[in-house]
């Protein structure tokens, strides 16, 4: 497992004192005590970090996902900026635009900066961010439902929406949404047309409707397709095709993305012909496990793959052995940024917990709850526990929330329901130096939130690396439901 902290830092011995007590399993590769000799504190523990947070916002900045490439007078220049609400897609993108600043056939160079949307309260962040849009080719954005924040994003943005040549917009809030501009496509009138296509973006009674429309959008792709004007149908194709291509999530997903837009809206490329191959498509709902041959959409096969396993020990042989179901996110899982799920895994079935890992693509994960956690025929459930790694309240996320539809759902089950916490707005080491703990936004979505849904325990169990953006298995609490 990869190290978890990376430059020097001395924690307090309260502090690191109450990472190992209690319930909380801590991996051995964090650091041991320092030697006496060699630290002025004889309990200090010595850890590595590189930023030292307030609790508020994030002292990391966009400098870390910005990638210029090498001159070259013969080629244009495509810039992409980018604004996400967790670090994910960090790496997949930067993956995919550096393989596209090696090719050696390559029609364009790429430079990419990105943001945490989280980094725009900081002033000098959103002066940046203004004035990395100035000569912006491309821009995209996805869930931004921060209200303040997304109207800092859509006050930014529209300023140079005219000049950019593709405004690309994916789940969000629909005050955002609108930005979207590719060619004659726009969604200027969302929720205002009468449109079909446009019915599909109304929001719904339900709290995660809005941005699980997306899907439907992406599903529904035939019908939609006839309701449009022929002028604008090849536009809106490319929209479609593009967030098949965001949802995918992989390095190589976002590298045909990033081919398909910008050969297709950047002047400076009009007649070059460039190619790229369709989205690799994931299900929407499924069940995943980092050493299963392939995602499942029913559980009776999972459970058929996993019973066959030679890697297991004998508690998870036992028929006694208690089942974890464990609820993700799908975009962690596409984007290859899945090392803490991996973790808590591997470490429930090493203390002899079988586990039916299960994601969704949208916001509402009440439907895969019901559909992979309870038996069919029985209407029973098969899991002893449920424990919730995404840290957002079951239907919404950090959207729009539906309390008494989670509650319906996880009242079928009746087994103790948590919520685990990974670190969102802060780094590893800003949170572990704080002196107000979790980013007071953070406490709101994912403390405060999953509470009413019935979620107890939100322990803190995955950080964020500084540079890269990706999770880490930090510690968990698994003595109450093993």
């Not at 980094?119 to 954005?141: H, S, T």
């Not at 035939?222 to 390095?251: E, H, M, N, T």
């Not at 949208?362 to 449920?386: H, Q």
């Not at 999770?471 to 093993?482: E, K, M, S, T």
């Amino acid at each position: 497992m990869a190290s978890l902290l990376s430059s020097s830092f001395i924690t307090p011995p309260t502090k690191s004192d109450q990472l190992s007590q209690k319930h909380y399993f801590l991996h051995s590769f964090l650091p041991k005590k320092t030697n006496p000799s060699s630290s002025n504190s004889k309990s200090a523990l010595k850890f590595k970090c590189s930023a030292i947070g307030n609790g508020l916002f994030t002292q990391t900045t966009q400098e870390v996902r910005r990638i210029v490439p090498e001159k070259n007078s013969n080629l244009p220049t495509v810039k992409i900026v980018y604004v996400v609400l967790e670090a994910q897609y960090q790496s997949s993108l930067s993956a995919a635009v550096q393989s596209l600043n090696r090719d050696p056939s390559k029609f364009a160079s790429f430079e990419v900066v990105g943001y945490l949307v989280e980094e725009l309260r900081d002033p000098d962040n959103y002066e940046a961010f203004c004035k990395d849009l100035e000569d912006a080719n491309i821009f995209i954005g996805s869930l931004i439902f921060v209200e303040e924040l997304a109207l800092k994003v859509k006050a930014a943005v529209e300023k140079e929406r005219e000049r950019m040549d593709a405004v690309l917009v994916f789940p969000s809030m629909p005050e955002v949404m609108r930005l979207n501009k590719l060619g004659s496509f726009s969604m200027s009138q969302l929720g205002q047309s009468k449109s079909p296509f446009f019915q599909l973006f109304k929001r719904k009674k339900q709290g995660a409707g809005f941005a699980d429309s997306m899907l439907k959008l992406v599903r529904t792709l035939p019908k939609v397709l006839k309701y449009l004007p022929s002028d604008k149908a090849q536009d809106a194709r490319l929209y479609i095709l593009s967030l098949q291509f965001w949802l995918g999530g992989s390095p190589d997903n976002l590298q045909n993305f990033v081919k398909m837009i910008s050969g297709s809206y950047v002047p400076a490329l009009k007649g070059t012909k460039v190619e790229y191959s369709d989205p690799v498509l994931f299900l929407d709902t499924g069940i995943w496990h980092p050493l299963a041959p392939c995602m499942y959409d029913d559980v009776k096969e999972y459970l058929n793959w996993y019973d066959t396993r030679r890697d297991t020990n004998e508690k998870l042989k036992s028929g006694n052995a208690p089942i974890v179901g464990l609820v993700l996110q799908r975009s962690h899982i596409v984007t290859g940024d899945e090392g803490h799920y991996v973790a808590v895994i591997m470490e429930m079935e090493a203390r002899g917990a079988k586990v039916i890992p299960i994601f969704a693509g949208g916001l509402d994960f009440s439907g895969p709850v019901e559909k992979y956690f309870v038996d069919p025929v029985t209407k029973k459930p098969m899991v002893n526990s449920v424990v919730s790694l995404t840290g957002f309240a079951l239907v919404g996320g950090p959207a729009r929330q539906d309390h008494p539809r989670a509650v319906e759902a996880l009242m079928k089950l009746d087994v103790p329901y948590m919520v685990a916490v990974p670190l969102v707005f802060q780094t590893t080491e800003e949170w572990l130096n704080s002196t107000l703990g979790l980013h007071p936004i953070q406490v709101a979505l994912q403390v405060a939130l999953p509470e009413l849904d019935g979620g107890m325990e939100p322990i803190v169990f995955a950080g964020r690396d500084p540079r890269t953006g990706t999770r880490l298995g930090l510690l968990l609490i698994l003595n109450p439901f093993l």
